[in-house]
């Protein structure tokens, strides 16, 4: 269904992972509004909602009020000011998320047409994973990958063999 191509290798790759350690019989929030990817991990026959929007900055109740066996957080953490407060706020015993990896070659990720769909963080592997291991959770498995990106030049070239996402299996201390 899904070839190796933008943007279909970072969902098959996520996919893969979180088969390797989530039951399809746990329940699963997803950090964030319904997409494409969350709906092919429902298409997988994962029990799995989402969050309705909210800025988790402000509005942690869906996080707090939720009975998931399992969090879920794809390319979530970066932009929140607060993402220390979100991952201490869980309840959940599993936490399947992943990251952008800061890129030496670029700057981070800013879009000028919307104010939410900018990155505050863009973190180092270390960082992701101290910020993890700071807010309760001990990393179980990881997993980077790079993404290629549909364009000509220097950096999607430095892309094709950079590691660009971080993707953790981290359980609760």
Do not use: C
């Not at 009975?67 to 000011?81: C, D, Q, S």
């Not at 994973?129 to 980077?144: F, Q």
């Amino acid at each position: 269904m899904y070839n190796d191509n933008f943007p279909y290798k970072r969902f098959k790759i996520t996919l893969e992972f979180l088969q390797k350690h989530i039951e399809k019989d746990e329940l699963i929030l997803d950090l964030g509004i319904e997409n494409p990817l969350s709906s092919l991990i429902k298409k997988n026959g994962y029990n799995i909602n989402n969050t309705s929007g909210e800025n988790l900055d402000v509005d942690r109740s869906s996080i707090k009020n939720s009975n998931a066996e399992v969090i879920t957080a794809f390319e979530i953490f970066e932009h929140l000011l607060n993402p220390y407060s979100v991952l201490k706020d869980i309840k959940a015993k599993k936490l399947v998320a992943s990251i952008p990896l800061r890129l030496w070659f670029a700057s981070a990720y800013k879009n000028n047409h919307d104010e939410r769909d900018r990155h505050f963080h863009e973190f180092e592997d270390w960082q992701f994973d101290w910020l993890l291991n700071n807010t309760g959770w001990r990393i179980v498995d990881y997993k980077k990958f790079t993404n290629p990106v549909k364009k000509i030049g220097l950096r999607p070239l430095l892309r094709l063999f950079t590691d660009r996402y971080y993707l953790v299996y981290a359980e609760k201390i």
